[in-house]
Nanobody
Framework: VQLQASGGGLVQAGGSLRLSCAASGRTFTFSAYGMGWFRQAPGKEREFVASISASDGTTVYADSVKGRFTISRDNAKKSQYLQMNSLKPEDTAVYSC????????????????WGQGTQVTVSS
């Protein structure tokens, strides 16, 4: 199973970016996995950003991004997305996507598969 994150870049504060995470693997049933986004800034611990369930698409957001970020998924394309609006300098981090066969969670240890991460830099 491979998760490939993309879409990061450099953007000014107030701008937008859309991250994508594409899953591959013949035995990987994407629709059965809860998906999540996490981020890690230099010198800080990995932080939960958002998750979306496999069963009914229930979404959960960190308080710091609620109202600005939107997570979604397309099971036919085996992909999930993170639309990030009104970006702030404090959103600067490496963003990683993850998949969990045990339900979504804010706890990264619940996720079995991880992508390599994509850098998001927000300038002030």
């Amino acid at each position: 199973v491979q998760l490939q994150a993309s879409g990061g870049g450099l953007v000014q504060a107030g701008g937008s970016l859309r991250l994508s995470c594409a899953a591959s693997g013949r035995t990987f049933t994407f629709s059965a996995y809860g998906m999540g986004w996490f981020r890690q800034a230099p010198g800080k611990e990995r932080e939960f950003v958002a998750s979306i369930s496999a069963s009914d698409g229930t979404t959960v957001y960190a308080d710091s991004v609620k109202g600005r970020f939107t997570i979604s998924r397309d099971n036919a394309k085996k992909s999930q997305y993170l639309q990030m609006n009104s970006l702030k300098p404090e959103d600067t981090a490496v963003y990683s996507c993850a998949a969990s066969g045990r339900g979504t969670s804010r706890n990264p240890s619940r996720y079995e598969y991880w992508g390599q991460g994509t850098q998001v830099t927000v300038s002030s």
